[in-house]
């Protein structure tokens, strides 16, 4: 049988790698992708999980990265406001770093360089009065309020995935790259099942290398191919407390070795406390927090609050390694946030375009340029359209969410409030198609603790390509906070049996209440 030929084959199921399958599929382009895990595995699933223009970044010069950032903060709350949402973040003035005009300069450049529509602006407030202080040492008098946005990051991976699918696009999970050869106008793409072992072969007239952390490790290993970029591994760990403050703001910290910290309410009940910046070597898919990440993390967030931040508080922690374009910066804080995209292949050569660095707030943007490289290639193809296309799910205006929240109960009214919200937050009005059928509680089947219930399981493993128990609880949703270890091995089993075509196990004791 001749191999399946497409017109691009991406490599990478992260945001950049998905972002830019579903960008060429609505450009009326055949894709493939694989991805050797699941969606969002690695660094997509370990940011800060902020639509952000990055602040920090005016001070390095990055005006072009933090302008494109800023615009693209509302034009994604308008295409996903179901997992995107403004938030608004307080700056505490601190007297012995930035001096009080240099913050006001640069919350003036971020409140015009981005055309803002639909977010509030900056003001400033009095900590001893305002409730806002509340939480913060005596010592902070001033600071400073200014909007950004949220994003539930491995989600916007997922819907993106969903989008390349409903398109037309092959999505395959756990499926590595073995190799790829280039024939004259095209590439022999072999990949292979990370379970079985299988290989199946394709033929693409484009490959798009977007394989994160991985992808120098593609272009020598798997294309047989040198590249004068050179990627720069930086670490950064978060840890999550339980809720250390009662208002819906999220703060954003100095510290004397001029980086920045956020604490950021998480998950209702909890509160993110990150990020770090260290230099990594070694395997991406093997990185954890150190000691002295959580020491500077808790030592950081404890300078600022009332209460301390102590080791012993700590529920869950999370690291990521972002592979980043290496500028030479002297400080891993300082390296670049910005993409870079390299082309190879000339005339009658199936082309090559490989990404480095890159934030998860442009990669709409990354994916457009991507496609920009491509078109001598694809004269065919269509203009650009992503900008004003809703993702899966968010179909709605940005100040529906309650509207849709109301609607979901009215339909489904064994639904409580706090279980509603979070389906509409995760599905948008997807959340209506999943319930669909469902008169009552019994309907859902077995329930795994955190609202969590069979019918959601199965359409996250048909619809959305989860496979284990960590698919579910830590990056289509962040259910693993609320789930007992008998909990999440009930629920490994479940998905176990499901997958196999078994009967599912009995209810063990211990397991699901």
Known sequence: MQPQVFDIAVIGGGVNGCGIARDAAGRGLSVFLCEQADL????????????????RYLEYYEFRLV???????????RAAPHIIWPLRFVLPHHDGLRPGWLIRLGLFLYDHLGGREILPGTRQIDLRTDTLGAPLKSDFAKGFEYSDCWVEDSRLVVLNAMDVRQRGGEVRTRTRLRTAERQGDQWLVTVEDVDTGATTQIRARAVVNAAGPWVAEVLSNRLRMNSPARVRMVKGSHVIVPRLY?????????????????AIPYETDFTLIGTT??????????????????????????????????????????????????????????????YTIETDGGEGQAPLVSV????????????????????????????????NAP??????????????????REAYAFLDEAWARRLVRAYGTLAGKMLNGAASLADMGEDFGGSLTAREVAWLMEEEWAVAADD???????????????????????????RHGEAAPALRQGGAA
Request: a neutral charge.
């Open 40 to 55: 969002a595995g690695a660094t997509s699933s370990a940011s800060t999980k902020l639509i952000h223009g990055g602040l």
């Open 67 to 77: 302008r494109e950032a800023l615009i693209e903060r509302e034009t994604l709350l």
């Open 246 to 262: 009662d208002h819906d703001r999220a703060y954003i910290f100095q510290n004397p070795d001029k980086r920045i910290i956020f």
């Open 277 to 338: 910046d260290e230099d990594f070597q070694g395997d991406p898919a093997d990185v954890h927090i150190a000691e002295t990440e959580v020491d500077y993390l808790c030592r950081a967030a404890s300078a600022y609050f009332r209460a301390p931040v102590r080791k012993e508080d700590i529920v869950h922690t999370f690291s990521g390694v972002r592979p980043l374009y290496d500028d030479g910066a002297s400080e891993a804080r300082a390296a670049t946030r910005d």
């Open 356 to 387: 480095f660095g890159g934030k998860i707030t442009t990669y709409r943007k990354l994916a457009e340029a991507v496609m920009e490289k491509l078109q001598p290639r694809f004269p065919e193809m269509g203009r650009p359209w992503t900008a």
């Open 391 to 408: 993702l899966p799910g968010g179909n709605f205006a940005v100040s529906a969410v309650d509207a849709q929240v109301a609607k979901l």
């Open 472 to 498: 579910v609880l830590w990056r289509r949703s962040k259910l693993g906070l609320r789930l007992s270890p008998a909990q999440r091995d009930r629920l490994e089993a479940w998905m176990h049996a499901r």
